[in-house]
């Protein structure tokens, strides 16, 4: 089984996101699970059995006076499966820290939202220290199901992606970092400059589970050859 997560980032009002949600529904998703990340203004509109919906970030806070912020009861009320977290704009731009981080898993677990943790570097040379760093957050946390989706900054957007062979190796490094610090197992995705035309040769890699989606999601043609190829692969 396939994941496919698309997120639409600060994409799509209300007219548009209505047409997507239609064309998306037309979709015969076959074997791939896929799950989309709307705007929260537009997850309500989402509406079919056939897709999940998750949320593009959490408060750290559970309730309360925190004007303009939204909580994970309130993400899980509307029907939020998964919650993306650490993202690397919401690190970078919204100077979100790990120690945001830990609050936010802890409230999304509590509400039973399942943490989609995304870690990556910003330069290659720190690969490594990086992702001990951003994935510690989870070192024994108690949750049942947990998703990482490794997406190296310098690839979110611009084209530039990993070599296979490198890939494989990041993606079975983190597999045992994580299998040592946190007690389960976990579904690892990767994120950054996938699209339609690389997607193929992406999905050959055997230890990923699936995909995190940006640009190439917000086009529904890509989704549906996204779709045909990687449940075809
Ligand atoms: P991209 O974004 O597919 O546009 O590179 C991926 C992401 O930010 O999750």
Redesign the pocket.
């Known amino acids: 089984m396939k994941y496919l997560f698309l ?1 639409h ?1 600060m994409n799509f009002n209300k007219d548009e996101a209505c047409s997507y949600f239609e064309s998306l529904n037309k979709i015969d998703f076959q074997d791939i699970n896929v799950c989309v990340f709307p705007s929260y203004t537009n997850i309500f509109l989402a509406n079919s059995n056939k897709y999940s919906v998750g949320s593009q970030n959490v408060s750290c806070y559970s309730n309360g006076s925190y004007t303009g912020d939204i909580s994970s009861s309130q993400i899980a009320s509307m029907g939020c499966k998964y919650c993306l977290i650490g ?3 919401r690190r970078k731009i919204f100077r979100e820290s790990n120690e945001d981080i830990r609050l936010k898993l802890n409230n999304l677990k509590n509400d039973n939202v399942i943490p989609v943790l ?1 870690v990556g570097e910003v330069r290659k040379e720190e690969r490594y220290s990086t992702l001990i760093e951003q994935l510690d957050v989870i070192a024994n946390l108690d949750i049942d199901n947990l998703v990482i ?1 490794y ?1 190296p900054v310098y ?4 084209g530039v992606v990993l070599k296979n062979k490198e890939l494989e190796e990041v993606i079975l490094w983190i597999r045992e970092y994580v299998e040592s610090i946190y007690d389960k197992d976990c579904l690892i995705l990767y ?5 339609d035309e690389n997607i193929k040769s992406i999905s050959s890699i055997s230890s990923l589970d699936g995909f ?6 917000l086009d529904i043609e890509k989704v549906k050859n996204m779709i045909g190829v990687i449940s075809n692969g």
């Not at 690839?155 to 611009?158: A, M, P, Q």
């Open positions: 997120n980032k993202h690397s704009e995304c989706a997406e690839s979110i957007g611009t994120g950054g400059s996938v699209n995190l989606i940006g640009k190439a999601s």
